[in-house]
């Protein structure tokens, strides 16, 4: 193909967006809420951190799973393999019209597991951290 770098038809060509596709899957970014504190002893064997990271991966392809704070704990999963909620529109699961927005699924899934009523962010990577609860 020929060089169109500098031409008119090079303007989309050159433009950066957000994107986790850089030779990997599509990577989503979870916020999970416990409403409970999960860092007390967050290490041991039967933690509630732990028994709710092995919920998750019941149902989804995690990569990393971040240091809890508090409540809060991050994960960094593959999109594709997210339960997402069903979007009224087009009766279909759709990330893009979920980002910012809870997963039903996967709430159910840890509260089940780990006795709590939790929640679970699909959250944005933005400038300086993780946008979600909008």
Same mark, same amino acid.
């Given at each position: 193909? &020929?060089?169109?770098?500098? /031409?008119? *038809?090079?303007?989309?060509?050159? #433009?950066?967006?957000?994107?986790? %596709?850089?030779? /990997?899957?599509?990577?989503? !970014?979870?916020?999970?809420?416990?409403?409970?504190?999960?860092?007390?002893?967050?290490?041991?064997?039967?933690?509630?951190?732990?028994?709710?990271? #092995? &919920? %998750? $991966?019941?149902?989804?392809?995690?990569?990393?799973?971040? @240091?809890?704070?508090?409540? !809060? *704990?991050?994960?960094? &999963?593959?999109? /594709?393999?997210?339960? *997402?909620?069903?979007?009224?529109?087009?009766? $279909?699961?759709?990330?893009?019209?979920?980002?910012?927005?809870?997963?039903?699924? @996967?709430? $159910?899934?840890?509260?089940?597991?780990?006795?709590?009523?939790?929640?679970?962010?699909?959250?944005?990577? /933005?400038?300086?951290? @993780?946008? !979600?609860?909008?």
């Amino acid at each position: 193909m &020929a060089d169109l770098t500098g /031409t008119d *038809f090079s303007r989309n060509y050159e #433009k950066a967006q957000p994107s986790s %596709l850089f030779g /990997t899957r599509e990577l989503a !970014y979870l916020v999970v809420e416990m409403n409970t504190n999960v860092s007390n002893n967050y290490l041991d064997s039967g933690s509630l951190y732990e028994q709710a990271i #092995k &919920a %998750l $991966q019941q149902r989804a392809e995690i990569y990393a799973v971040g @240091l809890p704070n508090s409540e !809060y *704990f991050t994960v960094i &999963a593959s999109a /594709t393999t997210l339960p *997402f909620n069903v979007d009224a529109l087009t009766k $279909q699961q759709n990330q893009h019209n979920q980002n910012g927005e809870r997963i039903a699924a @996967l709430e $159910q899934v840890i509260n089940t597991t780990c006795d709590v009523n939790c929640y679970v962010w699909n959250a944005r990577l /933005t400038g300086n951290g @993780l946008s !979600y609860d909008d």
